[in-house]
């Protein structure tokens, strides 16, 4: 059912994005939503950031799809979107913590972009909407790990990006990111001039189709694999070596704590939080 990912290395051009395709599916002009994009890629032009991508063509010119990325550090979705606008200004709906939309002006600017809200007790509507945009043409950001991986490998992942590509009878389309966790992460403060000329890499995987008789946990374990592979290939051909790195994984020689470290970490961070509510 995976196939290997396709396509050449680039770095993308103002010139090559302007010839593309717009968003047939999402049409229409969203103010809010453009602006937010031209605020991050005034920041990362501002970082002088340098992105190289593999598979771009994979991403949907038109209709619904389902994009499942990796997850190392807090500005992915931020930097999945640059990618996608600049290659086709296609639109991501990302699925959100209700607790963002809580806040009073983040709420506000989220709902206007019609990013998903996700209440992780009850989230059954979520995935409803989802579902529902989806159909409609929408393409919908995912993070299937649930949470930010600190030894920069990719974590077990949850069901719902394969579950949501079987029901809404759309592909899923693996994409890894590697670099972005040097811009900020979990549990390791990125001085100002550290983010300076940081290397991205992008890697865009060939759809996956997921149909609804399929079995949905051995599509998350493909999936899975499929990511880490895909991670895999971009730390090999990463321009700046990892070696004793703390943003490297330990299997390649960073310093970044094994899985089993990282994975006991966030559960005593869950039971801290339990205790104190």
Partial sequence: MLSIYSGSMTTPSKTTARKR???????????????????GRGLFGFWRLKPTVVGAENIPDHGGGVIAMTHFGYFEFALVEWMTFL???????FMTKKEAFDKPMVGVLLRAMKHISVNRQAGAGAYADAVAALKRGELIGVFPEAGVSASMTVRELKTGAARLAAEAGVPLL?????????LMTKGHKTRFFE?????ISFTFGS????????DVIR??????KKLQEMVDQEQKNYPVDGAGQWWHP??????????????????ERTRRRKSAS
């Fill in 250 to 267: 330990q299997n390649r020689g960073g310093t970044a704590p094994t899985p089993e470290a990282a994975a006991e970490a966030d559960a």
């Fill in 21 to 39: 395709t717009r968003d047939h599916t999402a049409s229409g002009f969203e103010p809010v939503y453009s602006g937010a994009v031209a605020i």
């Fill in 87 to 93: 290659h086709n200004r296609r639109r991501i709906r």
């Fill in 207 to 214: 759809p996956i189709i997921v149909d609804s008789e399929d």
């Fill in 195 to 199: 983010r300076f000329g940081v290397p």
């Fill in 219 to 224: 599509a998350t374990t493909d999936l899975r």
């Fill in 174 to 182: 693996p994409v890894s990111v590697w670099g972005g966790q040097r």
